[in-house]
């Protein structure tokens, strides 16, 4: 399934565990086309069906660039790097050794997804080291003689995130820096998952997005945003709002997830069902709290505030 978005820009949804407008991976057209996230290993038929159908050969793919490496955004990137074999693999440069040996990542997914990891994301093949070419921060990658992709290294959600800008449509291609926007859902909701999460960053890399005034902003999930600026100080806001409460919650020794759910819950009221089920699934709010807790512990050197001895065990991320 694929949708022409721009001029030149294919949004191909990937179909998490067969759910539509869930994962988007994006062809940036033109001499040296490039795949900006594969989505997970599960999603990798999906993907190239996508681009049978676009008539895109095996040799003809140029480069595939991952935001980051958490597995619904670069799962597949060892599969699809054997399949089209001339494809330049792009990556952070905190994220490419565990591109080339994903053994450790895979070893950590697995304690953090549980069964979710076979039955919904799959894992991570090898990219061969010649393979893969570490973007520094502003460093262009050519898709044709007049348009290119600019790297924007964007922390916060993971240390080895990083967004692209398109010369051509004016599109920023966010991974999860601004947060998870599923269009059946509606809502905005920040993504604030261990071990990496860091308030500071986050924001300043939303605030670096808006200094390059986008003309879209198009998400891994899912799509463009309604209004970029808007969008972008919405996401500022919320994340601020979830800080707030996570924080509160910290240092009264209560639990995060809980406080969390109490504050925030109500977003959901009226979403369908089924449509809830993909938001939690992809975007818990253990998950974020568990970020939460791990970036305030780590701000206030490594010691839990007073009274604060333990995690609380539903803040173990499970999505």
Do not use: C
Request: net charge negative; charged share 20%; glycine share 10%.
């Amino acid at each position: 399934m694929h949708t022409e978005i721009a001029p030149g820009v294919l949004q191909i949804d990937t179909l998490l565990g067969g759910w539509e407008r869930v994962t988007a991976g994006y062809l940036v057209t033109g001499t040296a086309p490039v795949l900006v996230e594969t989505g997970s290993q599960s999603s990798v038929a999906a993907l190239l069906a996508a681009f049978d159908d676009l008539g895109v050969s095996p040799d003809e793919l140029a480069g595939i660039a991952v935001t980051h490496i958490h597995l619904d955004h670069a799962g597949g990137v060892g599969d699809v790097a054997r399949a089209f074999p001339n494809a330049t693999v792009y990556v952070h440069e905190k994220g490419a050794r565990h591109l080339v040996d994903p053994s450790r990542l895979v070893r950590s997914a697995a304690l953090v997804y549980g069964d979710l990891l076979d039955s919904l994301y799959g894992r991570l093949d090898p990219t061969p080291a010649d393979r893969v070419h570490v973007l520094e921060d502003g460093e262009a990658i050519t898709v044709s003689p007049t348009r290119s992709l600019t790297t924007v290294d964007s922390p916060g959600h993971a240390k080895h995130h990083l967004a692209l800008h398109d010369s051509d449509s004016g599109i920023l291609f966010a991974g999860d820096a601004v947060g998870v926007r599923l269009p059946d859902a509606g809502i905005l909701r920040p993504s604030t998952p261990p071990p990496d999460f860091d308030l500071e960053q986050a924001i300043s890399s939303l605030r670096k997005f808006a200094g390059r005034s986008p003309a879209g902003v198009a998400l891994a999930h899912y799509g463009l945003v309604p209004d970029p600026m808007d969008t972008l100080a919405e996401a500022e806001g919320i994340l601020r709002q979830w800080a707030e409460v996570a924080e509160a919650a910290w240092r009264e020794d209560r639990d995060i997830a809980a406080a969390l759910d109490a504050a925030f819950s109500d977003d959901l009221a009226g979403i369908a069902p089924e449509h809830r089920v993909k938001l939690e699934t992809l975007n818990g709010i253990h998950s974020n709290a568990a970020g939460f807790r791990r970036w305030l512990d780590q701000r206030a050197g490594g010691e839990p505030p007073a009274g604060h001895t333990h995690p609380h065990p539903h803040d173990h991320p499970h999505s």
